[in-house]
T-cell receptor, first 112, second 112 residues
Framework: GNSVTQMEGPVTLSEEAFLTINCTYT??????LFWYVQYPGEGLQLLLK?????DKGSNKGFEATYRKETTSFHLEKGSVQVSDSAVYFC???????????FGQGTTLQVKP | NAGVTQTPKFQVLKTGQSMTLQCAQD?????MYWYRQDPGMGLRLIYY???????DKGEVPNGYNVSRLNKREFSLRLESAAPSQTSVYFC???????????FGSGTRLTVV
């Protein structure tokens, strides 16, 4: 079945460091891919998305490219800030019902 | 503000008690979802409703029931709470055939 695998956390970085959070997926067909962010005590918010191969989603300095050949959708940011500390979830849609399948989440902690 | 509203935010139940988690959205979305979030396991789909009048089981439906009362409201009921149902519950909505979810802020449920 469809699934999403994210790199284990927590990830701890210093401010202004480069961020990569790995995400790989298994799916039939051509799913859309998403990154969601969850700040402490809040619900998830859509960070970015890509709907077809080679698309690049971007928002707030974060980017991710849909790589069908490697079934990956890695999240990157060139210079993280303390305010980026959160849990990041990779997800894909499943069929035409709109259901999302989530990875287990990766906690990012950015230190000043 | 437009969005998804969940009530209550916190709840403590004794084993065997029942309760209903409420969810309402004001974005005219067709689809609504209930997820639970547990440490290290990401979000798992409990039930979803692709449109008003329909509901379907997700990945972990046992011990839960749902009602899609109208287009706005989608409630989740625990008939006889168990400690294994201690979790954070999130409601989400999306337009039909679209791929972006809007999440509520969650209900933190503890069953003792």
């Amino acid at each position: 079945g469809n699934s999403v695998t994210q790199m284990e956390g927590p990830v701890t970085l210093s401010e202004e460091a480069f961020l990569t959070i790995n995400c790989t997926y298994t799916a039939t067909g051509y799913p859309s891919l998403f990154w969601y962010v969850q700040y402490p005590g809040e619900g998830l918010q859509l960070l970015l998305k890509a709907t077809k191969a080679d698309d690049k989603g971007s928002n707030k300095g974060f980017e991710a490219t849909y790589r069908k050949e490697t079934t990956s959708f890695h999240l990157e940011k060139g210079s993280v800030q303390v305010s980026d500390s959160a849990v990041y979830f990779c997800a894909l849609n499943s069929g035409n019902t709109g259901k999302l399948i989530f990875g287990q989440g990766t906690t990012l902690q950015v230190k000043p | 503000n437009a969005g998804v509203t969940q009530t209550p935010k916190f709840q403590v139940l004794k084993t065997g008690q029942s309760m209903t988690l409420q969810c309402a959205q004001d974005m005219n979305h067709n689809s609504m979802y209930w997820y639970r979030q547990d440490p290290g396991m990401g979000l798992r789909l409990i039930y979803y409703s692709a449109s008003e009048g329909t509901t379907d089981k997700g990945e972990v439906p046992n011990g839960y029931n749902v009602s899609r009362l109208n287009k706005r409201e989608f409630s989740l009921r625990l008939e006889s709470a168990a400690p294994s149902q201690t979790s954070v519950y999130f409601c989400a909505s999306s337009p039909r055939d679209s791929y972006g979810y809007t999440f509520g802020s969650g209900t933190r449920l503890t069953v003792v």
